[in-house]
């Protein structure tokens, strides 16, 4: 049988829908009920950090493992602080110890101190997330709404996304054997509430909101203050913008 150019590109492009639909995780395809009322078109997510404001007290750590059931033990984050500490001769120190969630020892050598900071790091979501590209099954994918998610029914835990993400914001869950990453607590901001870390924050370091809201206050964040983002160079566009970064940030 000959098909036209016409006849065979509609044939092509149905095919090519038809294995897109087999091939999207589940949770896309069966969205709970108060999910559907959502419409992510609407919406593009951003997330803000401003450094100056952190006081590393580790609150939105504690509300993100508790929220998210994240396993207590040390090394498991969703999200996590580190302190930066600068020393008069230039040697840089950073320690995150439990990831910030118990606050921070008192710094020694106060003397030797030219400045110290907090800088909470989280998944940044990016634009172009490697951990995306290197996923074998699909299981990890970006929503319209510009989450990066990680469906646990399609997950073999090969760890290739936790090797791929240059931000350390990955990792395997000790017992269910899947990746494990912040989610913006997705649950939440579906039905109109901010992540957990967020809401937990008592210095309004974490700032969430709308991208597409040209009045939200992740728009009003970008506007006023001078935005880095981590590794830039690495060309995965990251959506967790930081203000008053440091050049030491890494």
């Known amino acids: 049988m000959k098909l036209s150019r016409r006849e065979f590109l509609e044939l092509s492009g149905k095919s090519v829908l038809a294995m897109l639909a087999l091939s999207l995780p589940k949770k896309l395809l069966a969205m709970p009920e108060e999910m559907a009322k959502f419409d ?3 919406y593009y997510w ?3 950090i401003d450094i100056e404001k952190c006081i590393g007290c580790g609150k939105c750590v504690k509300a993100c493992k ?9 090394f498991f984050f969703r999200t996590w602080i580190e302190r930066y500490v600068e020393r008069k001769d230039d040697k840089i120190e950073v320690d995150s110890p439990n990831g910030g969630k118990d606050g921070f020892p008192e710094l020694k050598n106060k003397k030797d ?21 290197v996923c074998p099954v699909g299981a990890t994918y970006k929503t319209k709404d510009g989450v990066v998610l990680v469906d646990p029914d399609y ?21 269910k054997r899947v990746a494990e990453k912040c989610t913006l607590c997705y649950h939440r901001i579906t039905k109109g509430l901010r992540p957990m870390c ?21 728009n009003k964040f970008l506007k006023t203050k001078k935005i880095n983002v981590l590794k830039q160079h690495l060309g995965t566009k990251p959506k967790a913008y930081y203000a008053g970064m440091d050049k030491e940030v890494r």
């Open 155 to 175: 997950c073999i835990g090969c760890r290739y996304c936790i090797q791929a993400c240059p931000y350390g914001a990955r990792f395997l869950h000790p017992e």
């Open 113 to 133: 101190i030219k400045k110290s900071f907090f800088v909470p790091k989280i998944c940044n979501h990016c634009e172009h997330p490697p951990c995306v590209q």
């Open 66 to 74: 508790v929220e998210n059931n994240v396993p207590d033990e040390p």
């Open 198 to 218: 967020v809401e937990a924050c008592p210095t309004g370091t974490r700032i969430f909101g709308n991208l597409k809201d040209n009045n939200s206050i992740i």
């Open 40 to 42: 992510w078109e609407d």
């Open 46 to 48: 951003g997330y803000g």
